[in-house]
């Protein structure tokens, strides 16, 4: 009697699969794998899908189905029957790789109702492995498919870039009509302040001309109301340069003790008229006219110069900070001078290739008026600082 040993055994070990998905153009996210068994399904598998393993019993027909919305769904088939004795050995852990992409409407994707590949046991190998007749049976169809779909993806690609290109020049666009916006704006604001200077001016200058055409109206109204008012006013009587002497003698008042005056001598008629009948033989004695000695006091010349009191003159301190900045192509001294409460800044810079270049308070200035401004001993009350950086 000739006993049959089944080929295949069902249920006795396992086969591990390590799987990893991509979606082309998009992220994991929302993307799951169905596992069917035997028609039945098993179980769905969300997360970790970049890279999962699966343990499948031998002996079972699997339908892994590759889902994500808006792209086409994909499936592979996992046909797990294997001769006993390689169970109990072990199979080799069997990797694959599922790309998924958008669906198109105007693609025909009735090859992939169907799974795009299937895997059972070889007995050549003794192992897991693709059935090649199978693959060989719808290559044709998946590579006009995916043909289709890469032409797709170029035209989508190629609109995606006109439609960067556009984005970035009309962004180009704005910011230059932003910018154009901001110069007429900036040139009409400043048109705006040069025009309220010059009102303000102007306003300020008619102000100015109405207060001194008002102070000429008040100073000619004073000058008229002077005028008439002198007009008005009767002429003082104008006293005689000397009044006329009388004819009778006038006694010469007495002068103050202290100034007595000597008598002027009597003065006599030059000659005696001859006694003549009927005449008048009395002498006849000259009017004496004295002028009074003025009681008004000369003024004396003060010949003795005032003495004006020396005002002192505040002399501010100057203060010298002095800076030296070691670098690798280029060495720069850094003075700056404090008078008061002006501060100066001078900076020598020194290149290692020889050149010397001057600064007076970030502007270019001459070696000259670099030396006249940082002469320390030249400089009043000088409170000289030094600092090596």
């Known amino acids: 009697m000739v006993i049959l040993c089944p080929l295949f055994t069902l249920g006795q070990g ?33 997360s970790g899908l970049n890279k999962f393993t699966l343990d499948l019993e031998t002996g079972h027909t699997y339908i892994l189905s590759f889902e994500k919305d808006g792209y086409v769904s994909k499936k592979l088939s996992f046909n797990t029957n294997a001769p006993a004795e390689a169970a109990a050995n072990g199979f080799t852990p069997f990797d694959f790789a599922v790309s998924l992409f958008k669906q198109y409407d105007d693609i025909n994707l009735v090859v992939f109702n169907q799974p795009v590949g299937i895997i059972r046991y070889d007995e050549k190998t003794g192992d897991f492995d693709y059935d090649t007749d199978y693959t060989k049976s719808i290559q044709s169809q998946l590579q006009q498919v995916l043909a289709e779909v890469e032409q797709k993806q170029k035209e989508e690609g190629d609109a995606a870039k006109a439609q960067e290109a556009k984005a970035v020049e009309e962004a180009k666009a704005k910011a230059k009509a932003e910018a154009e916006a901001q110069k007429q704006a900036a040139a009409k604001a400043k048109a705006e302040a040069e025009a309220q200077k010059q009102a303000t001016a102007k306003a300020k200058a008619e102000a100015e001309a109405q207060k001194q055409a008002e102070a000429k109206a008040q100073a000619e109204a004073e000058a008229m109301r002077r005028a008439e008012a002198a007009k ?32 002027p001598p009597a003065q006599h008629a030059a000659s005696i008229s001859k006694g003549v009948e009927g005449s008048d033989v009395r002498r006849t004695a000259s009017p004496m006219i004295q002028e009074e000695a003025s009681r008004v ?93």
């Open 232 to 263: 008005n006013t009767p002429a003082a009587p104008v006293a005689s340069e000397r009044p006329q002497a009388p004819e009778k003698a006038i006694e010469a008042p007495a002068p103050k003790p202290a100034k007595r005056a000597a008598a």
């Open 14 to 46: 396992r086969f591990t699969v390590n799987g990893r998905m991509k979606i082309e153009g998009g992220d994991l996210s929302s993307t799951r794998v169905v596992v069917m068994k035997d028609g039945v399904k098993e179980r769905t598998i969300s």
């Open 297 to 389: 006091q000369r003024a004396r010349m003060n010949t003795s110069e005032e003495v004006r009191p020396v005002e002192a003159v505040e002399v501010p301190e100057v203060l010298v900070d002095q800076r030296t900045i070691v670098e690798t192509k280029q060495v720069v001294s850094i003075i700056t001078v404090t008078r008061g409460s002006t501060v100066t800044e001078y900076r020598k810079v020194t290149y290692k290739w020889g050149g010397q270049y001057f600064f007076k308070n970030g502007a270019t200035c001459s070696q000259e008026m670099f030396q006249l401004g940082t002469q320390v001993d030249d400089l009043a009350g000088v409170s000289p600082r030094s600092k090596l950086d």
